[in-house]
């Protein structure tokens, strides 16, 4: 099945002015937002003029880094490449999230972590029979995500589907316009289209993994997966070939000390919680981080808010009450 929208259909005015209200949620005091919305439809005009005649050339990015909780580059592109970015999103991603596996959880729509988590548990029951035989489960990680996703190759991929040369020139030029560690080499975390394009690049990973390798309890996260088995001798089996396509297919590596195969009754620490056959609790450092934001960085109430929805969904009621008394504290010497 092909892409059926055409390039006329993403760069319309139409397009791009919905893209404008949904890319401006929540921005309207930065600045840089301020600015392209003053004269927002000769902006938009001069953006579609440029699509137009084929003119059109991605900006520079802004660099800056942010811990969360690891240091983490951003590249941030001009309002007018993000408004593209939006209006490229909004025809793709419908398309695309058709092409995924169910159980590939990162960047779509009604998915996230918390479903991720359940659905980790559901497997967690089944492949142990109610927790009545034990389960094994290979977790890797994969190095570097972002920084060495190979353009030439996710371009490819995108061939795969989208004949329109237009369209692919297009995504071509966005995909291009970053730089990493080396030429043709990366994508920007901080772009909309980067959290689409990574699905794309790893859907090739997922599918192998659940047609090739036929490992039907398994889960991805972004860089992160798993696969649940009653017979830790086939996770072994598995992982040389799961290697070896990372490698040949998608120019992909498994980062080496974050390779395990671990009961669940040990406990396995995924997507920022430990868990364990019926229950769940949070990393010990991701609960330091909390503490240390509320404490010293004086959180705000809608902070400490999502914080304890954050630890809801795990055994937390001693936590959640830690939380509110720390945070009480942390009010009363403002």
């Known amino acids: 099945m092909k892409f059926c929208h055409a390039y006329n259909d993403i760069i319309s005015i139409e397009n791009l002015l919905l893209a404008w209200k949904e890319f401006i949620r929540g ?3 930065r600045k840089d937002v301020q600015i392209f919305e ?3 439809m000769e902006n938009v005009i001069s953006l579609h003029d440029d699509l137009v005649s084929k003119s059109y050339e991605h900006l520079s990015y802004e ?4 811990y969360d909780p690891k240091l983490r580059d951003i590249h941030k592109a001009s309002v007018r490449d993000r408004l593209l970015h939006h209006a490229l999103y909004r025809k793709l991603y419908s398309f695309f999230d058709g092409k995924f596996i169910a159980d590939s959880f990162s960047c779509r729509l009604n998915k996230g972590t918390h479903k991720a988590m359940n659905r980790f548990r559901s497997f967690a ?4 029979l109610n927790h009545t035989r ?3 489960i290979l977790k890797c990680d994969i190095r570097k995500f972002f920084a060495s996703i190979d353009q030439e190759i996710l371009i490819k991929l995108l061939a ?3 004949f329109d040369r ?3 020139s297009l995504l071509s030029k966005i995909i291009k316009s970053f730089s990493g560690m080396r030429a043709g080499v990366g994508l920007p975390l901080g772009n909309l289209t980067s959290q689409l394009l990574v699905n794309i690049y790893m859907n090739e990973f997922d599918q192998y993994i659940k047609h090739r390798i036929r490992a039907k309890n398994y889960i991805r996260y ?3 997966f798993v696969i649940f088995s009653h017979d830790k001798k086939q996770l072994y089996e598995m992982l040389p070939a799961i290697q070896k396509f990372l490698f040949e297919h998608l120019r992909l590596s498994l980062h080496p000390n974050k390779i395990s195969i671990c009961t669940i009754a040990s406990g396995i620490d995924f997507l920022g919680w430990v868990h364990f056959p019926n229950h769940r609790v949070l990393r010990t450092t991701t609960k330091k981080r909390m503490f240390k934001n509320i404490k010293i960085k004086k959180a705000k109430a809608e902070t400490v808010q999502s914080y304890l929805g954050l630890v809801s969904h795990g055994n937390s009621w001693k936590l959640q009450q830690q939380i509110q008394s720390i945070a009480n504290k942390a009010f009363l010497s403002v």
């Open 27 to 29: 921005k309207h005091k």
């Open 38 to 40: 003053r004269d927002l």
């Open 63 to 66: 660099f800056f880094r942010i």
């Open 125 to 128: 029951y089944k492949v142990s």
């Open 134 to 136: 034990t389960v094994w």
């Open 160 to 162: 795969k589907y989208i």
């Open 166 to 168: 237009d369209i692919l």
């Open 222 to 224: 972004a860089d992160d």
